[in-house]
């Protein structure tokens, strides 16, 4: 397989799995899911009944309190941008009771301390039970809006992990959380997994693994990144999900309270690899005769740091999705700042392609598929219920002034290893 097939074949892929992730059409959509519990009706229904005896049993909910006319409100361990329980109210109606062979009801969410109202609104939840000989089985229903398959797959994975918890507070009288997939073990097997499948398209030889390998921890450093700005912002918890072909997401504790904290968590991303570049330089030139790429361990040094400049070089492009783009729209209040600054990105993204002899087509072509990434995932964010604290100016100047040199150390390696690497 040629390189240019390879790098098409890829970007195909890519945009294959953002569109149907992010952006896909999907409409209104109902899951369903039904579990049977040894366990009497009315002890499981008391529990999922939102004014029921024991609804506040799951492990995430803190409590549960009636407000009159079937409304209930109920505090969760998940806290808001200011730490404090998040705090949601859902009206309850169409309640069916026929003793134990059938109970129902439906819910709807009203209010939410965290999230814009409008996220709820096409949100409808049903729940019914009807007892059997051997215990109880439950059918759950949940419909909304969707829009590309990612939160689909999330609210279903998470009816999944719910069942299960019920199942542990049915049988132990307290739940616990149940998932696998974010545990360290699991990503680790994903990374592993996302190596391998990236190999062929680097060349099914040595080589070719290796640098699969060194993209996949270049993809790790970057989360990792990530990870470091949500802790030094007070996140409690934090944790990386990876995402074969799509790298990883760094995912903080709470939402972003300020504009300057999305804007540092974003650029911490290339922020620590920029760290990086000056060490790798350093190494090199020791490693190599007299600075030069003569030896095999030099030129392991220059393929990784070349590695680590593009890629975090094209997260900082000024799209919508990407960590430049978050950045920018944060530092530049105006619309003509946010163009002209974003130019100014691209420009430069580009004057490193053309500096290391990539032909301009393909610079324009990469360009126009970054951008068509971006537009993708456009209409997929959550709105937050307030306001984020804007920046102040100091803040502004931090933040752009750090963008802009990441973009340049992130350009500097790039151009440092091909110089070396193609002299």
């Known amino acids: 397989m040629s390189p240019e097939l390879s790098v098409v074949i890829l970007l195909g892929i890519n945009l294959g799995l953002v569109w149907l992730l ?70 309850v109606s169409d309640v069916t009771t026929h003793g134990q062979e059938r109970l129902a009801y439906c819910a709807r969410v009203i209010d939410d301390s965290a999230l814009d109202p409008g996220f709820w609104r096409h949100f409808r939840e049903r729940r019914s039970l009807s007892a059997t000989q051997a215990g109880s089985v439950l059918t759950i229903e949940q419909t909304d809006r969707y829009r590309g398959l990612a939160f689909l797959l999330y609210r279903y994975f998470s009816l999944r992990r719910e069942a299960r918890a019920l199942d542990q507070w049915l049988q132990k009288g307290a739940s616990s959380p149940n998932g696998l997939f974010e545990k360290p073990v699991v990503q680790a097997g994903l990374a592993v997994l996302s190596t391998l499948l990236l190999w062929p398209f680097f060349g099914l030889h040595l080589y070719g693994l290796m640098l699969s390998a060194m993209l996949t921890v270049v993809i790790v450093l970057h989360e ?82 070349a590695i680590l400049g593009a890629f975090n070089l094209l997260n900082l492009l000024p799209m919508q999705r990407f960590d430049g783009g978050q950045v920018l729209r944060q530092v530049f209040a105006s619309r003509p700042a946010l163009i002209a600054s974003s130019f100014a990105v691209a420009l430069l993204v580009l004057g490193v392609g053309w500096r290391i002899g990539l032909p301009p087509m393909a610079l324009v072509a990469g360009l126009a598929v970054f951008t068509l990434l971006s537009m993708l995932g456009s209409r997929s964010g959550v709105k937050p219920r307030h306001s984020l604290v804007p920046m102040t100016g100091r803040e502004r100047v931090l933040a752009g002034c750090g963008l802009y040199a990441a973009v340049g150390l992130h350009a500097y390696a790039i151009v440092y290893a091909c110089d070396r690497l193609f002299a």
């Not at 059409?25 to 009944?49: E, I």
């Not at 790798?280 to 220059?302: F, H, K, M, P, Y």
Request: net charge positive; proline share 4%.
């Open 22 to 91: 992010l952006a896909a059409p999907l409409g209104r959509r109902t899951l369903r899911l039904r579990r049977r519990f040894d366990a009497d009706a009315m002890k499981v229904w008391s529990a999922v009944f939102p004014l029921g005896a024991n609804s506040d049993w799951h492990h995430s909910v803190l409590s549960t309190t009636r407000i009159g006319d079937g409304r209930v409100r109920q505090a969760y361990a998940q806290v808001d941008r200011t730490g404090k329980p998040i705090l949601r109210t859902l009206q």
């Open 224 to 305: 990792f990144g990530h990870m470091a700005a949500y802790r030094a912002c007070g996140h409690r918890q934090v944790r990386m999900i990876f995402i074969p072909f799509l790298g990883g997401i760094a995912i903080g504790g709470r939402p972003y309270n300020s504009l300057f904290e999305v804007s540092f968590c974003a650029l911490m991303g290339a922020g620590l690899s920029a760290f990086l570049v000056p060490v790798l330089a350093a190494l090199q030139a020791l490693l190599g005769e007299d600075g030069g790429s003569n030896t095999d361990a030099s030129r392991i040094v220059l393929v990784f740091l």
